[in-house]
């Protein structure tokens, strides 16, 4: 992470505002309608998405070996005829790779001088309903296994219950068991209801010191959307006009193919600005979706269409 | 082009252009005649269309002549009755044209873009499908119209003029409810932008539209005009600015001819404390720099709480450098090219105008060529050239105001009434402030939103008549025929006229609930063969003007629920019962029995006319409110005395609206009579007022009164003078038939439509 950490300031609800849906989802539609990103502009901008990638796996059947597995493709995520068809001098790699805790040393070891930095959930993910001192623990446990990246799960019944105290005091704690650690705010907004608790959360997380706030967990019954991700990033935008603290913002879930890499991209460069589009402000959690940008991106260095089983797996 | 490691450093969108291949190929069948009787003629006299993104010439068509537009009415005219006769054929037809156009989407999106100079992606993902889904939904029109119509026939040849803002969309507007109805059309495209109408008609003869019933003819105003002059169009459809609407409401003045006119607008956009500010910002991006603001419903003043204005207007000023502006076949362009370099320097003249006047200028980058910029004018005052005049250009004011009261008392002050976009979190205050706004259309938490099945269209001087939906119908449909009658005589005002018939009775004007003597001071008799029915008082311009003002002083009887006015009504018809023997004096007892059960048929109606909500998109309600005018003028038949008037100020109060009645001249006395009954009936003083005296000199003035909202009409010797006046504000004059019903009551309400998008 190049961005310093997100200081935390007080509790101030009066920072909440109502967001209305339909307009955010008539923004959200118009948004990635109007930008259109062709040849190697969108070539370069699918690049960009994985420089921005967590690449993910948080499955119950997780091994060492898959994570190894995972990590090697995290390393080099294109092959080699693309990276050179691209004219880059060198192989990209991912933002970071994103495991459970108990994986954290085997993705630490495996991506050993490539500088690619692992994150970890904590905090009982992916509802987050275990005690307190626990959830800090598995925080403490994940820090110290080498995690440089946290990615917590918020209480959604705080929220629900309108308890913006209980939140921010949870979180706050949470950021302190991070230490070095940058810590991502996992709000799980397919659990919040509306747009209005998910501006909400977004605030009591950034007050509270969170240095990204993250859609979901990738197991709610909603993911990542568009409309979601504008009301973080105009709570991103809110909280550092007031503050002057910058955050940054991670959607993960549920994105899959090359063209939600560039809708997300160019939400972020709307809403934002250039700035949200390098992976200190700006995280892509997904698991398939480097699939498809591999494919896209050997279309455009061949003009042939592609097949994933040619390309390494995750 | 930069390298990949280049871009990755800019992280630049670059270019995306739409190919114009397919339409520049179709653009080498210039040059191009006219579409007349299923046919293109000859190319004629010739003028260029150009691209104005690209200054260049795109095509040459035809001017069309006098007998060009005389040869398209005979062929619509040949064409119209098997057209009417054949309701199966009209549905298979206007199904096909819906069909036709989604085949042939992206040359017509990329014809447009190129004509017009809009944004590729608005003429792809707007424009085009709102056309497919007006062809659609009146396809479904042409089966119905007998089950919903019953009766209605169709006007016969319709003259339509429409803009060069949405060249196919409004053709779409005009064309598929007026083929639906029945009728056969003539249309002329403007001159900027005629190229998608003349595919258009490629398609008809592909969808097979029989020859004649659709014909298409280019030209310039002279073209127009010719139109609008033709003796046998009989229905004129403009769709313009607000100044050549008055020329044709007066060249088509006492003609005949049904019009709809859909003129310019100076929308308010108001922001509440409450709203959701960022939304409201994307919604002026919507309003004012959609279609490079060449919209007529854009919201163009914006009036924001003052508790808010300033993170509003920062976020605003923010949001305008996100905007790209440039080559409309570019797929990532918000903001095309103004459409001619005419309407570009009409633009710059207005905002240096506002500027010079005192505006703060904000505005965003453009390329050099025929393009401008997104542009806010700050600080404005309402005296403002920028605030008053449509500009027609992406240029927007803003105001801020205390209160909601304040917000609409700025909203109304304007001479148009199209549409209002109102932004509050709050549904108790936003209804409120849409039910006050003076607009045809009226979005809460949104802006121009569009359906086919979402009446559209103005009050005030943006126009009458709706477009779209159950209400856009009715206007391509005509029901019962206006009153035809006599010329009321002259009017000798010196005494020795006829002999007294008893005890000699007073009647005076019947003026704000009171009994007044004529202004200018004289009478006349009243005469029944030789016999003396009293002396009428005999009333002037100034004896209007004080009926006019006593009329807006009773502004509380719209407010009234429509029980209370049923009420009223019903105690009413008692009086006039009541005084039955007093008035078989001056009129037969067959129609005093008649007028009293007219008063009970209205007061039955009074709480009856609803609105509706219309089925448009998913997640919306679309309300269709019926509103009161307001003041009203009401002119009556000379025939009928009593059930005259009844028949006209009947409907007319029990939607709410204060009337101002010029009686009828061979016998006002009847209905002088009833004044004093409507206060006698708890009828408040001011919402009847009634005038005797010459019916051509107080319908004139009347018809020429700014602050009279419509006018019925049953005297069809002055629909002339009285259409040729109501110019001047563009009040809806309605040609009032004899007799009763719905019709009478929604001639005497104007639709506001309201959209309200919800999601929690």
């Known amino acids: 992470m190049d961005h310093p950490q997100n200081p935390a300031t007080t509790l101030n609800t009066d920072a909440f505002r109502a967001v209305n849906r339909p307009a955010a989802e008539r923004r959200a539609a118009s948004l990635v309608a109007r930008r259109s990103i062709k040849g190697a502009h969108q070539a370069a901008w699918l690049l960009n998405a994985i420089a921005c990638m967590d690449l993910t796996t948080l499955a119950g059947d997780d091994t060492p070996d898959r994570v190894r597995r995972l990590c090697a493709k995290a390393r080099r995520p294109l092959a080699d005829h693309i990276v050179a068809g691209l004219g880059l001098a060198e192989m990209p790699r991912t933002g970071a790779v994103c495991v459970y805790p108990t994986m954290v040393a085997t993705a630490v070891q495996a991506l050993d001088g490539t500088g690619i930095p692992v994150a970890s959930v904590a905090t009982g993910f992916p509802a987050g309903l275990m005690p307190l001192d626990l959830r800090l623990a598995e925080i403490r446990y994940a820090v110290e296994q080498g995690a440089e990246e946290i990615d917590i799960v918020i209480t959604r019944a705080h929220v629900l219950g309108g308890n913006w105290s209980a939140l921010y005091d949870e979180i706050a704690a949470m950021k302190e068991a991070c230490g070095a650690a940058h810590m991502k705010a996992i709000l799980a907004t397919g659990d919040l209801g509306t747009l209005t608790n998910v501006y909400a959360a977004s605030m009591v997380a950034m007050q509270a010191g969170a240095d990204f706030i993250k859609t979901s967990t990738g197991k709610e019954g909603v993911n990542a959307t568009l409309p979601v991700g504008l009301t973080m990033c105009r709570a991103i935008r809110d909280h550092g006009d007031a503050t002057g603290n910058i955050v940054g913002f991670k959607p993960a879930g549920g994105m899959k193919t090359a063209k939600d890499a560039l809708n997300w991209q160019v939400l972020m460069a709307e809403e934002l600005g250039r700035d949200w589009l390098r992976p200190g402000l700006f995280r892509l959690g997904a698991s398939s979706m480097l699939a498809d940008i591999e494919r896209q991106l050997e279309h455009h260095v061949t003009g042939r269409y592609a097949a994933s089983h040619r390309h390494a797996l995750a | ?760």
């Open chain 2, 1 to 760: 082009m930069p390298s990949i490691p280049e871009i990755l450093e800019t992280m630049a969108y670059g270019p995306a252009p739409e190919s114009a291949a397919a339409a520049r190929e179709w653009l080498t069948r210039a040059p191009f005649g006219l579409f007349i009787g299923g046919d293109f003629t000859a190319p004629g006299t010739l003028f260029d269309v150009r691209d104005p993104a690209r200054d260049e010439g795109l095509a040459q068509v035809t001017q069309a002549s006098d007998a060009d537009v005389d040869a398209a009415v005979q062929a619509a005219r040949k064409a119209q009755p098997a057209w009417e006769a054949d309701p199966a054929l009209r549905a298979r037809v206007l199904y096909a044209l819906a069909r036709q156009i989604q085949k042939r989407e992206r040359l017509f999106a990329v014809l447009e873009t190129l004509d017009n100079g809009k944004p590729i992606r608005e003429t792809r993902d707007i424009d085009i499908p709102l056309v497919a889904r007006h062809f659609y939904h009146h396809a479904g029109w042409a089966t119905l119209l007998s089950d919903e119509f019953p009766g209605a026939r169709a006007h016969g040849v319709c003259g339509q003029i429409i803009p060069w803002n949405f060249p196919l969309l409004m053709l779409a507007w005009k064309v598929a409810p007026a083929l639906a109805a029945g009728n056969s059309v003539v249309l002329k495209p403007a001159e900027d932008t005629p190229l998608t109408a003349l595919l258009f008609a490629e398609i008809c003869l592909e969808a097979g539209v029989p020859p004649g019933v659709v014909n298409i003819v280019t030209g310039d105003g002279a073209t127009g005009a010719a139109l609008v002059a033709h003796p046998d169009v009989n229905k004129i459809a403009f769709t313009g600015s607000t100044e050549v609407g008055q020329v044709i409401r007066r060249a088509t003045a006492g003609s005949g001819k049904a019009l709809t006119l859909e003129l310019g607008g100076k929308s308010p956009f108001i922001v509440m404390a409450d709203a959701d500010l960022d939304a409201a910002v994307e919604g002026v991006v919507d309003a004012v720099w959609f279609n490079q603001g060449e919209v007529c419903c854009a919201g163009t003043r914006i009036l924001v709480a003052e508790s808010v204005a300033e993170t509003f207007r920062k976020r605003l000023i923010s949001r305008m450098k996100t905007l790209r502006v440039g080559d409309p076949l570019d797929k990532s362009t918000d903001i095309g090219a103004v459409v001619s370099p005419a309407q570009l320097a009409r633009i710059r003249d207005l905002v240096a105008q506002g500027v010079a006047a005192g505006a703060v200028v904000h505005e965003g980058t453009a390329p050099e060529g025929c393009f401008c910029p997104p542009i806010l004018l700050d600080e404005v005052s309402p005296a403002n050239p920028c605030v008053a005049e449509e500009i027609f250009g992406p240029v927007v004011t803003l105001q801020t105001f205390r209160t909601p009261p304040e917000a609409l008392e700025l909203a109304n002050a304007t001479r148009y009434g199209l549409a209002a976009s109102i932004w509050s979190e709050n549904l108790t205050v936003a209804m409120d402030l849409a039910a006050q706004v003076k607009a045809g259309v009226v979005w809460i938490n949104a802006t121009n939103m569009f359906d086919a099945n979402a009446p559209f269209g103005g009050m005030r001087a943006s126009g009458f008549g709706r477009e779209g939906a159950r209400e856009g119908m009715a206007a391509y449909l005509r029901k019962g025929d206006p009153v035809q009658g006599a010329a009321p005589g002259v009017i000798d005002p010196l005494p020795g006229k006829g002999t007294p018939d008893g005890l000699d009775r007073t009647h005076k004007l019947y003026i704000g609930g009171a009994q007044k003597r004529a202004d200018g001071g004289a009478s006349w008799s009243v005469l029944s063969g030789a016999k003396r029915l009293g002396h009428a008082p005999l009333g002037n311009r100034k004896d209007i003007r004080n009926a006019v003002e006593a009329a807006h002083k009773a502004s509380g009887w719209g407010k009234m629920s429509g029980h209370q006015r049923a009420q009223v009504l019903y105690f009413l018809a008692e009086t006039l019962d009541h005084h039955r023997d007093g008035l078989a004096a001056l009129v037969p007892m067959d129609e005093i029995d008649a007028s009293i059960a007219r008063v009970m048929y209205y007061a039955a109606w009074a709480d009856k006319l609803s609105g509706a909500v219309h089925n448009t998109q998913s997640a919306h309600v679309t309300l269709a409110m019926r509103e009161p005018f307001g003041v009203m003028g009401l002119i009556c038949a000379e025939e009928a005395p009593l059930l005259g008037a009844l028949s006209l100020i009947l409907p007319a109060i029990a939607m709410g609206n204060r009337v101002v009645v010029v009686a009828s001249q061979a016998n006002p006395l009847a209905a002088l009579e009833l004044g004093p009954m409507l206060g006698a009936s708890d009828v408040p003083g001011g919402v009847v007022n009634i005038v005797s005296g010459p019916v051509a000199e107080l319908a004139k003035a009347l018809a020429g009164h700014d602050d009279v909202a419509a006018i019925a009409c049953a005297q069809p010797t002055v629909a002339q003078i009285v259409e040729a006046e109501s110019a001047g504000n563009l009040k809806p004059v309605w040609n009032a038939p004899k007799g009763q019903g719905r019709d009478w009551l929604e001639a005497m309400v104007q639709v506001k439509t309201i959209w309200v998008p919800y999601g929690a």
